[in-house]
């Protein structure tokens, strides 16, 4: 029987002498975007989510047409940045009932037919938003509705995933839990079908805030 020593020895040797791959970072590796709140229309649409811009003026009537669009009679809010003080009138001026999370509970929050929440980041290369688990946000905006809206300062738009984990890696303090989402949740582990809505919501909405 090979011990594991052997076994390991014999692994090495044949590694010695071969080629390696270099170590080095290309200087061209990371893509170049031209125009990154473009990009990130482009790749959110891709994979079945829905890219809205707007300015600061016409955030809380942007949200209230998606809440419309879907006839949703219960909406679930964060008191998250940059979401607008005016959000919950504004809706329920449209008809839909609002719940604030986390101080409407658990049960309000799983009978609601839209979450809406702020985003720390978003992502031009890959149509990608980080939520927070942080409050005033949470986990159950973003994951239990059907409808998931994010709501992202254009200024918070990064080129790359690389560039992303440098901001993190640079904030003084991290939440327990960061989620990057790029549209609605989706799996393809039944006999390789993708079926959208699974674990999480079944439609995904990120407005761009351009003037703020």
């Not at 229309?41 to 707007?54: D, W």
């Not at 809010?77 to 409407?104: C, N, S, Y």
């Not at 939520?131 to 254009?154: E, F, N, W």
């Amino acid at each position: 029987m090979t011990s594991q020593k052997q076994f390991l020895d014999t692994i090495r040797s044949k590694l010695e002498g071969g080629t390696r791959a270099p170590l080095a970072i290309p200087s061209d590796w990371a893509p170049i975007i031209d125009d990154p709140l473009e990009r990130f229309a482009t790749e959110l649409e891709a994979v079945h989510g829905h890219a809205h811009r707007c300015l600061e003026a016409r955030l809380s009537s942007t949200v209230a047409e998606i809440v419309t669009s879907y006839s949703a009679s219960r909406v679930l809010l964060t008191r998250e940045e940059p979401l607008p003080p005016d959000l919950a009138q504004v809706i329920e001026g449209v008809g839909a009932e609002v719940t604030w999370w986390p101080e409407g509970g658990r049960d309000p929050a799983e009978a609601a037919d839209v979450g809406v929440t702020g985003a720390l980041w978003a992502v031009a290369e890959t149509g990608t938003v980080v939520v927070t688990s942080a409050a005033p946000g949470g986990r159950a905006p973003s994951l239990l509705p059907t409808v998931h809206i994010a709501v992202v300062a254009a200024s918070r738009m990064v080129d790359t995933v690389a560039a992303l984990f440098k901001e993190i890696a640079a904030r003084p303090q991290r939440p327990s839990n960061l989620v990057l989402v790029t549209g609605p949740s989706k799996t393809g582990d039944i006999e390789n079908i993708l079926v959208q809505g699974v674990h999480g919501p079944k439609e995904q909405h990120t407005i761009v805030v351009e003037n703020l």
